[in-house]
């Protein structure tokens, strides 16, 4: 019932935007949720980028530097990506889970629900 369905990841030049949206469904309550992006380059480890915690507080990797922005409106989960750099290439993953604590926000071990994954590739 639960799903996470991914779309908005293409080709992009340096310095220029995409918004990535998740479409969420099967969540009984809204606010018992701990929502995520993660992101996976080739040949390097699972890295959190920016979560939303179950009173809607945001948390940005220090990489991030401001230019990526998450929300939740509704039932969809975005993560607006402003001036994009070459190294923010990787294939972006949404992801939700309960009982998450804070300290664990990053830890894509801990989330239970994953989207398939889109594709980001910034060109310099």
């Known amino acids: 019932q639960v799903q996470l369905v991914e779309s908005g990841g293409g080709s992009v030049q340096a310095g220029g935007s995409l918004r990535l949206s998740c479409a969420l469904s099967?969540?009984?309550?809204?606010?018992?949720?701990?929502m995520a992006w993660f992101r996976q380059a080739p040949g390097k480890e699972r890295e959190g980028v920016a979560a939303?915690?179950?009173?809607?507080s945001t948390t940005y990797a220090d990489f991030v530097k401001g230019r990526f922005t998450i929300s939740r409106p509704w039932n969809t989960l975005y993560l607006q990506m402003n001036s994009l750099k070459p190294e923010d290439t990787a294939m972006y993953y949404c992801?939700?889970?309960?009982?998450?604590?804070?300290?664990?926000?990053?830890?894509?071990?801990?989330?239970?629900?994953w989207g398939q994954g889109t594709q980001v590739t910034v060109s310099s």
């Open positions: 099967g969540f009984t309550y809204r606010s018992n949720y701990y």
């Open positions: 939303l915690d179950t009173r809607d």
């Open positions: 992801a939700a889970g309960n009982r998450i604590r804070d300290g664990d926000r990053f830890s894509a071990d801990k989330y239970g629900y």
